[in-house]
């Protein structure tokens, strides 16, 4: 059996990645995912991450990040590809450089060699990017304070989201960015549009 497919959903909060990641895990039967907090220590990791009461610098933020998604790569996702199993990840490492990097100012140079010391060669065969203005993600969303990320001023947003395009921009071949704002069944076409024109990566 050969390798399985790994697909990764990025996209900032309310853009539908996580509605969209589940419904393609569940159609192609592949193992779902989703960073950060997918283990038992990833989930310990989250508390403190997300907690906005809980004061920490942006690396020591990066690299809680980094410890969780090493962990995950090594303990879920590696061995589910290695099976033959195709994965399907809600957020991977290029929500590190956008929302630490471009979002919070960390050296992207610094994270792009702390992230492959993390991941090694788990890297995904594409990413989808579902991209929606601020203004549409603030209609969808009710703001939760006490999260770390949710309670970031628009501006922050506005460079994660700049930052999310400049990502896919430098990197075509593996990326595919969809509007996230149109409706939810013409998203999904367009989704799988995208996924029925690739091969496996053992093709």
Same mark, same amino acid.
């Given at each position: 059996?050969?390798? %399985? ?7 900032? !909060?309310?853009? %539908? ?6 419904? $393609? ?12 907090? !997918? ?47 195709? $994965?399907?990840? !809600?957020? =991977? =490492? ?6 630490? %990097? ?29 991209? $929606? ?29 700049? %930052? ?8 075509? !071949?593996?990326?595919?960015? $969809? ?25």
């Amino acid at each position: 059996m050969g390798r %399985g497919l790994f697909l990764v959903f990025e996209g900032i !909060d309310a853009s %539908g990645k996580s509605t969209h990641a589940r419904r $393609v895990a569940a159609e192609r039967g592949a193992l779902f995912a989703f960073e950060p907090g !997918d283990t038992a220590m990833g989930a310990e990791l989250r508390r403190w991450v997300l907690d906005a009461q809980t004061s920490m610098t942006p690396t020591t933020e990066s690299l809680l990040m980094l410890t969780d998604r090493s962990h995950h790569a090594a303990t879920v996702i590696e061995p589910a590809l290695a099976s033959g199993r195709d $994965v399907v990840c !809600d957020r =991977y =490492y290029a929500s590190t450089l956008a929302y630490q %990097g471009y979002g919070r100012g960390v050296d992207l140079s610094e994270l792009r060699s702390a992230t492959a010391l993390a991941i090694g060669s788990c890297r995904p065969d594409v990413t989808i990017l579902l991209d $929606v203005t601020l203004e549409v993600a603030e209609e969808r969303r009710v703001r939760n304070h006490e999260d770390r990320f949710e309670s970031a001023d628009l501006a922050f947003h506005e460079r994660v989201r700049a %930052g999310y395009l400049d990502l896919a921009a430098q990197s075509e !071949d593996r990326w595919v960015v $969809v509007d996230g704002a149109a409706s939810e069944e013409e998203v999904a076409r367009r989704i799988d549009a995208v996924l029925a024109s690739m091969s496996r990566p053992d093709a």
